[in-house]
């Protein structure tokens, strides 16, 4: 086994992968929000004065500072881990694989290349991206 090989058991990356998606399930809540439709409870209008002295709407799209502060205030800290557990059910094991692929490419590149060296990183990484 290829795993056991690294000296690195695959609860270690089953675990990493788990982290990281906890860790990042904030961000992954503003981003839906942001693209979704249910944005406009989030945007706020600017008033523009035109030449004629009459005013002009527009509808400006908050950032991510802005869409966090507002769901924390209306909605509460939880509300930032919506969706988890069925992200922990995809991501996590999807995380495991990745940090596997990318720990045994960088151990047979480290053969290849100078060990530990930009390229060693970057294929590596590369490569588990694409699952080889």
Do not use: W
Not at 35 to 46: A, D, F, G, R
Not at 90 to 118: H, M, Q
């Amino acid at each position: 086994n290829s795993m056991r090989d690294t000296g690195v058991s695959p609860h270690a990356y089953i675990c990493g992968g788990t982290v990281g998606a906890i860790l990042t399930c904030p961000l992954e809540v503003v981003k839906t929000r942001l693209q979704s439709s249910s944005v406009t409870l989030y945007i706020s209008e600017v008033q523009l004065n035109t030449m004629a002295g009459a005013s002009v709407n527009r509808v400006v799209s908050p950032g991510p500072l802005h869409c966090l502060k507002v769901i924390l205030e209306k909605e509460g800290p939880r509300s930032l881990f919506r969706g988890l557990g069925p992200n922990l059910v995809g991501v996590a094991p999807s995380r495991a694989i990745y940090f596997a692929a990318y720990s045994n490419c960088k151990e047979k590149l480290n053969g290849v290349f100078d060990p530990d060296s930009t390229q060693v990183h970057m294929i590596s990484a590369a490569m588990a991206g694409m699952n080889i």
